[in-house]
């Protein structure tokens, strides 16, 4: 493990300590010494990724497939701030996000014409990818109840030609009561302590990390989980996410979850199509979780791709 890693919170490495396998420790400790390199994905509402690549690439960027997602590309030459100068920035064509952040709305899986809720949507990443899968067609409840981040929303789904997209600001925590049985699927891609995203170099990233703010935040994401599946229609889909490691804020939210829903909920298995992964973690501070919560999926960091958890719940149908 390489020196500088030990710049970062002690406590939070000896959590991550206990999560990551120790034969994997530190190849994944060393990925928080350097900034993973910009990703972005074409939006096929505007344009074909063909195309994008070709004027790209004519245009002196160095480009990568990502081989699970044809949409993706890794920028392995050229800067962001030069890309987000460039046509296809400014009209829309590409939008800029990292590749663990693509998953959840895969693995959500929508289709055309269903309806859907983006529970906490800002800034928009996963509702303008959505739209993408959906090929524009069906409708997207888009809610997050800052007002500045709200806005932020509003004008990328504007400037990505998103037209099947409802946008909302109001509590999350309100939609189960106020929408119940709605939605064919869901996702919340969870506010967390982002431990996913700390770098070394960039002291903000972690600065203010602490157990109290995983646990505040643990206790946001169960009043938003439990809203989520009763605003979520029988044999329905609700994907939830994070980008942290915290087990609190990910086994345990699931765990919880399911002991309130009195059976109504499965998780299904996921599949990803690429090796950094784990399975969820079967326990964590003496607490055996749930045996299904082994089905969630940790994304493993790597040089191109953040630290996240996704899990896949099913509605049962009513009987």
């Known amino acids: 493990m390489r020196q500088e890693v030990q710049r970062l919170p002690q406590l939070f490495l000896e959590r991550?300590?206990?999560?990551?396998?120790p034969q994997k420790w530190d190849g994944i400790a060393n990925t928080f010494v350097e900034p993973k390199p910009t990703t972005f994905r074409v939006n096929a509402l505007?344009?074909?990724?063909?195309?994008?690549?070709?004027?790209?690439?004519?245009?002196?960027?160095?480009?990568?497939?990502?081989?699970?997602?044809?949409e993706a590309f890794i920028l392995r030459e050229g800067r962001l701030r030069e890309l987000q100068e460039t046509e296809a920035y400014r009209r829309g064509e590409i939008y800029v996000q990292s590749l663990s952040s693509m998953v959840p709305p895969i693995v959500l899986d929508p289709q055309p014409g269903e309806t859907l809720?983006?529970?906490?949507?800002?800034?928009?990443?996963?509702?303008?990818?959505i739209a993408c899968l959906m090929k524009g067609e069906g409708k997207i409840v888009a809610n997050d109840n800052n007002r500045i981040r709200f806005f932020k929303l509003k004008a990328n789904v504007e400037l990505q030609g998103v037209r099947n997209v409802?946008?909302?600001?109001?509590?999350?925590?309100?939609?189960?009561?106020?929408?119940?049985e709605t939605f064919d699927r869901v996702l919340l891609d969870a506010p967390c302590s982002a431990e996913g995203r700390f770098l070394v170099h960039d002291p903000?990233?972690?600065?203010?990390?602490?157990?109290?703010?995983v646990k505040e935040m643990a206790r946001k994401q169960k009043g938003l989980i439990l809203s989520a599946c009763r605003a979520l229609r029988p044999g329905g889909i609700l994907v939830y996410s994070t980008c942290t490691f915290a087990p609190e804020e990910n086994e345990g939210s699931l765990d919880w979850v399911l002991q309130?829903?009195?059976?109504?909920?499965?998780?299904?298995?996921?599949?990803?199509?690429?090796?950094n992964t784990a399975s969820g973690l079967s326990g964590w501070g003496g607490h055996s979780f749930h045996p299904s919560v082994r089905q969630s999926v940790r994304i493993l960091p790597t040089d191109v791709m953040e630290g996240f958890f996704i899990a896949r719940l099913r509605k049962k149908n009513s009987p």
């Open 46 to 70: 505007k344009a074909s990724r063909e195309r994008v690549r070709e004027k790209l690439e004519h245009q002196g960027f160095r480009l990568e497939k990502v081989s699970w997602y044809p």
């Open 117 to 129: 809720l983006d529970l906490t949507a800002a800034p928009g990443s996963k509702t303008t990818q």
């Open 16 to 21: 991550l300590r206990r999560i990551i396998p």
């Open 166 to 180: 409802e946008l909302v600001m109001r509590h999350g925590e309100s939609f189960g009561r106020e929408f119940p």
């Open 204 to 213: 903000a990233s972690y600065k203010y990390w602490k157990l109290a703010k």
């Open 260 to 275: 309130k829903s009195d059976g109504q909920l499965t998780l299904d298995k996921i599949n990803l199509p690429f090796p």
